[in-house]
Protein backbone atom coordinates (compact mmCIF):
# COMPACT_ATOMS: atom_id res chain seq x y z
CA UNK A 1 0.00 0.00 0.00
CA UNK A 2 1.15 3.47 -0.51
CA UNK A 3 0.00 6.56 0.89
CA UNK A 4 1.03 9.47 -1.63
CA UNK A 5 1.50 13.60 -1.67
CA UNK A 6 0.66 14.53 -4.77
CA UNK A 7 2.90 18.08 -6.14
CA UNK A 8 -0.56 19.93 -6.87
CA UNK A 9 -1.21 19.59 -2.83
CA UNK A 10 2.30 20.42 -1.52
CA UNK A 11 3.63 23.00 -3.61
CA UNK A 12 0.34 25.60 -1.95
CA UNK A 13 2.03 25.21 1.15
CA UNK A 14 6.15 24.78 0.41
CA UNK A 15 6.58 27.05 -2.38
CA UNK A 16 4.17 29.33 -2.35
CA UNK A 17 5.24 32.49 -4.39
CA UNK A 18 7.90 30.22 -5.95
CA UNK A 19 8.29 29.43 -9.81
CA UNK A 20 7.20 25.36 -10.58
CA UNK A 21 9.81 25.24 -12.95
CA UNK A 22 8.32 24.03 -15.73
CA UNK A 23 6.50 21.26 -14.07
CA UNK A 24 3.11 22.51 -15.09
CA UNK A 25 0.41 20.91 -13.75
CA UNK A 26 2.65 17.43 -13.76
CA UNK A 27 1.54 15.58 -10.48
CA UNK A 28 4.09 14.02 -8.71
CA UNK A 29 3.65 11.46 -6.05
CA UNK A 30 5.80 10.85 -2.83
CA UNK A 31 5.36 7.31 -1.25
CA UNK A 32 5.51 7.20 2.48
CA UNK A 33 7.18 3.83 3.18
CA UNK A 34 4.82 1.43 4.94
CA UNK A 35 6.89 1.81 8.05
CA UNK A 36 6.53 5.50 8.88
CA UNK A 37 2.90 4.59 8.83
CA UNK A 38 0.15 3.95 11.72
CA UNK A 39 -1.01 0.39 11.10
CA UNK A 40 -4.29 2.15 12.60
CA UNK A 41 -4.53 5.35 10.80
CA UNK A 42 -2.70 5.04 8.18
CA UNK A 43 -0.86 8.20 8.04
CA UNK A 44 2.47 9.58 8.59
CA UNK A 45 3.57 8.65 12.34
CA UNK A 46 4.30 11.87 14.63
CA UNK A 47 4.85 10.35 18.22
CA UNK A 48 5.70 6.09 17.31
CA UNK A 49 5.14 4.17 20.31
CA UNK A 50 5.73 0.43 20.70
CA UNK A 51 3.43 -2.10 22.44
CA UNK A 52 4.66 -5.43 24.38
CA UNK A 53 3.64 -7.36 21.07
CA UNK A 54 6.22 -5.53 19.39
CA UNK A 55 4.15 -3.59 16.92
CA UNK A 56 4.72 0.33 16.92
CA UNK A 57 2.10 3.12 15.98
CA UNK A 58 1.13 6.30 16.19
CA UNK A 59 0.61 7.72 20.34
CA UNK A 60 -2.39 9.46 19.35
CA UNK A 61 -4.10 6.45 17.33
CA UNK A 62 -3.71 3.30 19.89
CA UNK A 63 -4.35 5.65 22.84
CA UNK A 64 -8.05 6.35 21.33
CA UNK A 65 -7.96 2.15 20.56
CA UNK A 66 -7.64 1.51 23.72
CA UNK A 67 -9.68 4.40 25.38
CA UNK A 68 -12.48 3.04 23.16
CA UNK A 69 -12.14 -0.47 25.61
CA UNK A 70 -9.99 -2.76 22.94
CA UNK A 71 -7.34 -4.90 25.17
CA UNK A 72 -5.83 -6.30 22.12
CA UNK A 73 -3.47 -5.74 19.87
CA UNK A 74 -5.08 -3.98 16.52
CA UNK A 75 -2.14 -5.77 14.10
CA UNK A 76 -1.73 -9.11 15.94
CA UNK A 77 -4.62 -9.65 17.42
CA UNK A 78 -2.77 -10.57 21.00
CA UNK A 79 -4.15 -10.01 24.17
CA UNK A 80 -2.30 -6.58 25.42
CA UNK A 81 -0.64 -8.31 28.98
CA UNK A 82 0.78 -4.45 29.83
CA UNK A 83 -0.67 -1.13 27.74
CA UNK A 84 2.90 0.20 28.53
CA UNK A 85 3.47 2.23 25.39
CA UNK A 86 7.50 2.71 24.79
CA UNK A 87 8.73 5.65 22.32
CA UNK A 88 10.20 4.30 19.42
CA UNK A 89 13.07 6.92 18.96
CA UNK A 90 14.83 5.17 16.21
CA UNK A 91 11.98 5.33 13.75
CA UNK A 92 10.86 8.55 14.50
CA UNK A 93 14.75 9.79 13.92
CA UNK A 94 14.18 8.03 10.59
CA UNK A 95 10.65 9.63 9.57
CA UNK A 96 12.05 13.15 10.80
CA UNK A 97 15.18 12.46 8.81
CA UNK A 98 12.41 11.16 5.59
CA UNK A 99 10.55 14.63 6.05
CA UNK A 100 14.17 16.57 5.85
CA UNK A 101 14.71 14.64 2.47
CA UNK A 102 11.86 15.55 1.00
CA UNK A 103 10.73 19.00 2.26
CA UNK A 104 10.80 20.14 -1.16
CA UNK A 105 7.99 18.48 -1.97
CA UNK A 106 6.14 20.34 1.23
CA UNK A 107 6.31 17.70 3.50
CA UNK A 108 7.56 19.09 6.89
CA UNK A 109 9.30 17.65 9.77
CA UNK A 110 7.45 16.41 12.60
CA UNK A 111 8.45 18.12 16.03
CA UNK A 112 10.43 16.06 18.49
CA UNK A 113 7.02 14.90 20.98
CA UNK A 114 7.46 15.77 24.65
CA UNK A 115 7.48 12.69 26.96
CA UNK A 116 3.94 12.11 28.28
CA UNK A 117 3.25 12.71 31.75
CA UNK A 118 2.13 9.26 33.90
CA UNK A 119 0.07 9.10 36.93
CA UNK A 120 2.62 8.17 38.52
CA UNK A 121 4.18 11.70 38.22
CA UNK A 122 0.49 13.72 38.51
CA UNK A 123 0.01 11.49 41.77
CA UNK A 124 3.67 12.31 42.92
CA UNK A 125 3.03 16.37 42.25
CA UNK A 126 -0.21 15.50 43.92
CA UNK A 127 1.18 14.57 47.39
CA UNK A 128 3.86 17.45 46.85
CA UNK A 129 1.09 20.15 46.56
CA UNK A 130 -0.92 18.73 49.39
CA UNK A 131 1.87 18.62 52.03
CA UNK A 132 3.16 22.13 50.86
CA UNK A 133 -0.05 24.02 51.29
CA UNK A 134 -0.67 22.32 54.91
CA UNK A 135 3.02 23.53 55.48
CA UNK A 136 1.64 27.29 54.33
CA UNK A 137 4.61 26.89 51.57
CA UNK A 138 2.80 29.33 48.90
CA UNK A 139 6.17 29.79 46.54
CA UNK A 140 6.27 25.99 46.68
CA UNK A 141 2.73 25.00 45.81
CA UNK A 142 2.99 28.02 43.05
CA UNK A 143 5.58 26.05 41.34
CA UNK A 144 4.12 22.91 41.32
CA UNK A 145 0.70 24.48 39.99
CA UNK A 146 2.65 25.91 36.65
CA UNK A 147 4.21 22.41 36.29
CA UNK A 148 0.83 21.10 36.13
CA UNK A 149 -0.60 23.52 33.93
CA UNK A 150 2.62 22.84 31.94
CA UNK A 151 1.60 19.78 30.83
CA UNK A 152 -1.88 20.41 30.63
CA UNK A 153 -0.68 22.89 27.85
CA UNK A 154 1.44 20.02 26.40
CA UNK A 155 -1.11 18.03 24.83
CA UNK A 156 -5.01 16.57 25.98
CA UNK A 157 -3.52 13.46 26.73
CA UNK A 158 -1.76 15.15 29.10
CA UNK A 159 -5.06 16.74 30.54
CA UNK A 160 -6.75 13.56 30.20
CA UNK A 161 -4.25 11.77 32.38
CA UNK A 162 -4.27 14.87 35.14
CA UNK A 163 -8.24 14.68 34.98
CA UNK A 164 -8.16 11.30 35.46
CA UNK A 165 -6.33 11.16 38.63
CA UNK A 166 -9.20 11.55 41.00
CA UNK A 167 -6.76 13.49 43.57
CA UNK A 168 -5.71 16.13 41.07
CA UNK A 169 -9.08 18.38 41.38
CA UNK A 170 -9.54 17.13 45.24
CA UNK A 171 -5.73 18.55 46.72
CA UNK A 172 -6.20 21.86 44.06
CA UNK A 173 -9.49 22.27 45.59
CA UNK A 174 -7.92 21.63 49.14
CA UNK A 175 -5.12 23.85 48.12
CA UNK A 176 -7.10 26.69 46.74
CA UNK A 177 -9.44 26.53 50.37
CA UNK A 178 -6.40 26.69 52.21
CA UNK A 179 -4.98 29.94 50.74
CA UNK A 180 -8.33 31.68 50.59
CA UNK A 181 -8.58 31.84 54.57
CA UNK A 182 -5.66 34.15 54.70
CA UNK A 183 -5.24 37.28 52.81
CA UNK A 184 -6.29 37.11 48.91
CA UNK A 185 -3.98 40.07 48.15
CA UNK A 186 -0.92 38.02 49.82
CA UNK A 187 -1.76 34.99 47.93
CA UNK A 188 -3.29 36.28 44.56
CA UNK A 189 -0.74 34.63 42.52
CA UNK A 190 -1.12 31.57 44.02
CA UNK A 191 -5.02 31.19 43.95
CA UNK A 192 -5.29 32.88 40.31
CA UNK A 193 -2.99 29.67 39.38
CA UNK A 194 -5.21 27.00 41.07
CA UNK A 195 -8.23 28.81 39.69
CA UNK A 196 -7.39 28.15 36.60
CA UNK A 197 -6.21 24.86 36.15
CA UNK A 198 -9.09 23.60 38.18
CA UNK A 199 -11.36 25.39 35.18
CA UNK A 200 -10.04 22.98 32.96
CA UNK A 201 -11.16 20.07 35.29
CA UNK A 202 -14.59 20.78 35.35
CA UNK A 203 -16.90 19.05 36.34
CA UNK A 204 -15.05 19.08 39.15
CA UNK A 205 -15.60 15.95 41.21
CA UNK A 206 -18.04 16.15 44.12
CA UNK A 207 -15.24 16.32 46.72
CA UNK A 208 -13.84 18.91 45.57
CA UNK A 209 -17.26 20.94 45.25
CA UNK A 210 -17.50 20.66 48.46
CA UNK A 211 -13.85 21.63 49.55
CA UNK A 212 -14.97 24.85 47.25
CA UNK A 213 -18.08 25.64 48.42
CA UNK A 214 -17.03 26.86 51.97
CA UNK A 215 -17.58 30.20 52.78
CA UNK A 216 -13.37 31.75 52.44
CA UNK A 217 -13.40 29.74 49.13
CA UNK A 218 -16.51 31.21 47.64
CA UNK A 219 -16.07 34.51 49.17
CA UNK A 220 -12.64 34.49 47.41
CA UNK A 221 -14.11 33.63 43.91
CA UNK A 222 -16.52 36.61 43.99
CA UNK A 223 -13.53 38.77 44.72
CA UNK A 224 -12.04 37.41 41.96
CA UNK A 225 -15.34 37.90 39.84
CA UNK A 226 -14.53 41.91 40.41
CA UNK A 227 -10.75 41.45 39.52
CA UNK A 228 -8.70 43.31 36.80
CA UNK A 229 -7.57 40.22 34.94
CA UNK A 230 -10.35 39.47 32.38
CA UNK A 231 -9.18 35.46 32.13
CA UNK A 232 -9.14 35.35 36.22
CA UNK A 233 -12.56 37.09 36.13
CA UNK A 234 -13.76 34.50 33.39
CA UNK A 235 -12.12 31.49 35.70
CA UNK A 236 -13.72 32.11 38.38
CA UNK A 237 -17.83 32.96 36.77
CA UNK A 238 -17.09 28.91 35.33
CA UNK A 239 -16.17 27.91 38.86
CA UNK A 240 -18.75 29.20 40.59
CA UNK A 241 -21.33 27.97 38.58
CA UNK A 242 -20.25 24.07 39.73
CA UNK A 243 -21.04 25.39 42.93
CA UNK A 244 -24.21 24.88 45.53
CA UNK A 245 -26.65 27.01 45.17
CA UNK A 246 -27.26 26.66 49.14
CA UNK A 247 -23.90 27.96 49.46
CA UNK A 248 -23.86 30.32 46.97
CA UNK A 249 -26.87 32.20 48.26
CA UNK A 250 -24.94 32.91 51.44
CA UNK A 251 -21.92 34.27 49.68
CA UNK A 252 -21.81 37.78 50.70
CA UNK A 253 -21.72 39.99 47.44
CA UNK A 254 -22.42 37.07 45.02
CA UNK A 255 -25.51 38.97 43.95
CA UNK A 256 -23.59 42.22 43.12
CA UNK A 257 -20.59 40.85 41.18
CA UNK A 258 -22.82 38.83 39.06
CA UNK A 259 -24.83 41.46 37.96
CA UNK A 260 -20.96 43.43 37.63
CA UNK A 261 -20.28 40.47 35.17
CA UNK A 262 -23.64 40.72 33.14
CA UNK A 263 -23.67 44.77 32.81
CA UNK A 264 -19.73 44.77 31.88
CA UNK A 265 -19.84 41.14 29.96
CA UNK A 266 -15.93 39.83 28.96
CA UNK A 267 -16.92 37.22 26.70
CA UNK A 268 -20.22 34.64 25.79
CA UNK A 269 -18.63 32.18 28.17
CA UNK A 270 -18.45 34.44 31.33
CA UNK A 271 -21.85 35.73 30.53
CA UNK A 272 -23.61 31.95 30.24
CA UNK A 273 -21.76 31.29 33.34
CA UNK A 274 -23.58 34.11 35.10
CA UNK A 275 -26.52 33.58 33.37
CA UNK A 276 -26.62 30.09 35.11
CA UNK A 277 -25.78 30.98 38.23
CA UNK A 278 -28.12 33.36 38.57
CA UNK A 279 -30.40 30.96 37.09
CA UNK A 280 -30.10 28.66 40.43
CA UNK A 281 -30.66 31.09 42.78
CA UNK A 282 -33.50 32.94 41.65
CA UNK A 283 -35.15 29.79 40.65
CA UNK A 284 -33.63 26.90 43.71
CA UNK A 285 -32.15 28.41 46.55
CA UNK A 286 -34.33 28.52 49.73
CA UNK A 287 -34.07 32.27 49.70
CA UNK A 288 -35.03 32.49 45.99
CA UNK A 289 -37.61 35.21 46.58
CA UNK A 290 -35.49 38.14 49.08
CA UNK A 291 -32.26 37.22 45.97
CA UNK A 292 -34.79 37.54 43.13
CA UNK A 293 -35.79 40.81 44.83
CA UNK A 294 -32.14 42.10 45.09
CA UNK A 295 -31.62 41.34 41.65
CA UNK A 296 -34.31 43.25 40.55
CA UNK A 297 -33.15 46.35 42.67
CA UNK A 298 -30.10 46.21 41.35
CA UNK A 299 -31.60 46.69 37.78
CA UNK A 300 -31.13 42.97 36.32
CA UNK A 301 -34.31 43.16 34.25
CA UNK A 302 -32.86 45.73 32.14
CA UNK A 303 -29.61 44.13 31.73
CA UNK A 304 -31.01 41.26 30.54
CA UNK A 305 -33.53 42.69 28.44
CA UNK A 306 -30.63 44.87 26.28
CA UNK A 307 -28.73 41.14 26.46
CA UNK A 308 -31.72 39.41 24.55
CA UNK A 309 -31.21 42.24 21.78
CA UNK A 310 -28.47 40.56 19.57
CA UNK A 311 -28.05 37.82 21.79
CA UNK A 312 -27.14 33.92 20.97
CA UNK A 313 -28.73 30.72 20.96
CA UNK A 314 -27.12 29.66 24.75
CA UNK A 315 -27.29 33.23 26.01
CA UNK A 316 -30.89 33.95 25.30
CA UNK A 317 -32.02 30.83 26.45
CA UNK A 318 -30.49 31.97 29.88
CA UNK A 319 -31.86 35.16 30.19
CA UNK A 320 -34.93 34.15 29.17
CA UNK A 321 -34.82 31.70 31.86
CA UNK A 322 -33.93 33.83 34.51
CA UNK A 323 -36.51 36.49 33.58
CA UNK A 324 -38.72 33.85 33.27
CA UNK A 325 -38.04 33.18 37.20
CA UNK A 326 -37.36 36.71 38.58
CA UNK A 327 -41.02 37.58 37.22
CA UNK A 328 -42.48 35.42 39.79
CA UNK A 329 -42.03 37.86 42.22
CA UNK A 330 -44.56 41.17 42.04
CA UNK A 331 -41.28 43.20 42.44
CA UNK A 332 -40.01 41.25 39.16
CA UNK A 333 -43.09 41.54 37.14
CA UNK A 334 -43.17 45.20 38.03
CA UNK A 335 -39.77 45.88 36.22
CA UNK A 336 -40.61 43.92 33.26
CA UNK A 337 -43.66 45.80 32.48
CA UNK A 338 -42.51 49.03 33.53
CA UNK A 339 -39.54 48.64 30.80
CA UNK A 340 -40.88 48.98 27.14
CA UNK A 341 -38.36 46.58 25.44
CA UNK A 342 -40.37 43.55 27.07
CA UNK A 343 -42.88 42.56 25.50
CA UNK A 344 -41.32 43.32 21.95
CA UNK A 345 -38.27 41.56 22.71
CA UNK A 346 -40.20 38.49 24.57
CA UNK A 347 -42.58 37.99 21.47
CA UNK A 348 -39.70 38.47 19.01
CA UNK A 349 -37.91 35.99 20.55
CA UNK A 350 -40.91 33.56 20.12
CA UNK A 351 -40.43 30.49 17.38
CA UNK A 352 -36.82 32.37 16.57
CA UNK A 353 -34.57 30.76 18.91
CA UNK A 354 -35.34 26.70 20.32
CA UNK A 355 -37.76 25.33 21.72
CA UNK A 356 -36.57 26.44 25.23
CA UNK A 357 -36.41 29.76 24.24
CA UNK A 358 -40.14 29.57 23.18
CA UNK A 359 -41.52 27.75 26.61
CA UNK A 360 -39.92 30.58 28.61
CA UNK A 361 -41.07 33.43 26.40
CA UNK A 362 -44.85 31.58 26.72
CA UNK A 363 -44.51 31.89 30.46
CA UNK A 364 -43.12 34.87 30.77
CA UNK A 365 -46.29 36.02 28.57
CA UNK A 366 -48.48 34.33 30.48
CA UNK A 367 -47.42 35.64 33.66
CA UNK A 368 -47.47 39.47 32.88
CA UNK A 369 -50.89 39.39 30.65
CA UNK A 370 -53.41 40.07 33.15
CA UNK A 371 -57.07 40.59 32.90
CA UNK A 372 -56.54 43.61 34.75
CA UNK A 373 -54.10 45.17 32.76
CA UNK A 374 -55.60 46.11 29.38
CA UNK A 375 -52.63 48.36 28.30
CA UNK A 376 -50.40 45.31 28.44
CA UNK A 377 -52.73 42.32 26.11
CA UNK A 378 -52.94 45.35 23.64
CA UNK A 379 -49.28 46.13 23.61
CA UNK A 380 -48.85 42.20 23.65
CA UNK A 381 -51.67 42.09 20.26
CA UNK A 382 -49.96 44.94 18.36
CA UNK A 383 -46.41 43.03 18.17
CA UNK A 384 -47.98 39.94 16.96
CA UNK A 385 -48.47 37.90 20.05
CA UNK A 386 -51.53 36.22 18.84
CA UNK A 387 -50.58 34.64 15.50
CA UNK A 388 -46.94 33.45 16.79
CA UNK A 389 -48.97 31.70 19.35
CA UNK A 390 -51.01 30.03 16.90
CA UNK A 391 -48.08 28.93 15.19
CA UNK A 392 -46.84 27.49 18.38
CA UNK A 393 -49.14 25.53 18.94
CA UNK A 394 -49.60 24.37 14.97
CA UNK A 395 -45.96 23.37 15.10
CA UNK A 396 -46.25 21.67 18.39
CA UNK A 397 -44.37 22.37 21.81
CA UNK A 398 -44.34 21.22 25.49
CA UNK A 399 -47.92 19.92 27.43
CA UNK A 400 -47.15 23.06 30.07
CA UNK A 401 -46.56 25.30 27.32
CA UNK A 402 -49.29 24.49 25.29
CA UNK A 403 -51.79 25.10 28.32
CA UNK A 404 -50.19 28.55 29.05
CA UNK A 405 -50.42 29.12 24.97
CA UNK A 406 -53.73 28.29 24.53
CA UNK A 407 -55.09 30.35 28.17
CA UNK A 408 -53.06 33.28 26.48
CA UNK A 409 -54.76 33.09 23.29
CA UNK A 410 -58.52 32.72 25.35
CA UNK A 411 -57.78 36.22 27.28
CA UNK A 412 -56.27 37.81 24.06
CA UNK A 413 -59.07 36.97 21.72
CA UNK A 414 -61.55 39.52 23.42
CA UNK A 415 -59.32 42.67 23.05
CA UNK A 416 -58.08 42.01 19.75
CA UNK A 417 -60.94 44.34 18.08
CA UNK A 418 -59.41 46.92 20.32
CA UNK A 419 -56.16 46.61 18.76
CA UNK A 420 -54.35 47.02 15.72
CA UNK A 421 -51.65 44.84 14.44
CA UNK A 422 -48.80 47.22 13.38
CA UNK A 423 -45.98 44.32 13.30
CA UNK A 424 -43.78 43.65 10.03
CA UNK A 425 -42.55 40.34 11.11
CA UNK A 426 -45.70 38.73 10.39
CA UNK A 427 -44.26 37.06 7.38
CA UNK A 428 -43.51 33.48 8.80
CA UNK A 429 -41.89 32.93 5.91
CA UNK A 430 -38.10 33.67 7.53
CA UNK A 431 -39.06 32.45 10.38
CA UNK A 432 -36.45 29.82 12.15
CA UNK A 433 -38.21 26.64 13.45
CA UNK A 434 -35.72 24.59 15.19
CA UNK A 435 -38.09 22.08 16.10
Known sequence: M????????????????????NCGDLEVEIAIPTHFRCPVSLDLMKDPVT???????????IEKWVEA??????????????????????????????CVENRSFGIERIPTPRIPVTPYEVSDTCSRILSASQNGDDQKVLELVRKIK??????????????????????????????SRGSVEKNVVV????????????PIVEEGRSVLGSLPSLNCMVWFLNDKQLSTRQNAALLLKEMSVEALAKTEGIVESLVKMIREPIGPAATKACLSTIFHLVSSSENKRVISVRFVELGLVSLLLETLVDAERGICEKALGVLNSICDCKEGKDAAKSNALTLPLVIKKLLRVSELSSSFAVSILWKLCDKAEEGVLIEALQVGVFQKLLVLLQVGCGESTKEKATELLRLLNGYRSKAECVDSSLDFKHLKKPF
Not at 191 to 202: A, P
Request: aromatic fraction near 8%; proline fraction near 3%; glycine fraction near 6%.
Open 2 to 21: VLSWTRGRVFRRARKGKELN
Open 150 to 179: SWGKESERNKRCIVSNGSAPLVLASAFDSF
Open 69 to 98: GNHTCPVTKRELTTFDMIPNHAIRRMIQDW
Open 51 to 61: LSTGITYDRDS
Open 191 to 202: LEEILGVLTWMR
